[in-house]
Nanobody
Framework: QVQLVESGGGLVQAGGSLRLSCAAS????????MAWYRQAPGKQRELVAS??????NYVDSVKGRFTISRENAKNTVHLQMNSLKPEDTAIYYC???????????????WGKGTQVTVSS
């Protein structure tokens, strides 16, 4: 009922930048939280950054390098990633939590992911 589509992944050299975007669509009444997670090969999925009511949160390893921003009118969230490191290589997933239209309750939706590869 809610679809998330990520874009902006790719291959970049260490020290470079990428900007990820995620657009939510469907039966959305409101979105409370939008977030980015990542999963590297052989590792568990981890929360990278989130934004809720204007409050942002980052995992320690990306603080000062990544910035999450949201366009509420477009149900879109971005992740600006600067000073990328090889250890940032992972599949990045968008997540959104909110409420559906017509009083159908909450939703917690995921995108299919976008690959980010940082070469040394």
């Amino acid at each position: 009922q809610v679809q998330l589509v990520e874009s902006g992944g790719g291959l970049v050299q260490a020290g470079g930048s990428l900007r990820l975007s995620c657009a939510a669509s469907g039966s959305i009444f409101s979105i409370n939280t939008m977030a980015w997670y990542r999963q590297a090969p052989g590792k568990q999925r981890e929360l990278v950054a989130s934004t809720t009511g204007g409050i942002t949160n980052y995992v320690d390893s990306v603080k000062g390098r990544f910035t999450i921003s949201r366009e509420n009118a477009k149900n879109t969230v971005h992740l600006q990633m600067n000073s990328l490191k090889p250890e940032d290589t992972a599949i990045y997933y968008c997540n959104a939590q909110g409420r559906l239209t017509m009083f159908r309750g909450p939703f917690d939706s995921w995108g299919k992911g976008t690959q980010v590869t940082v070469s040394s």
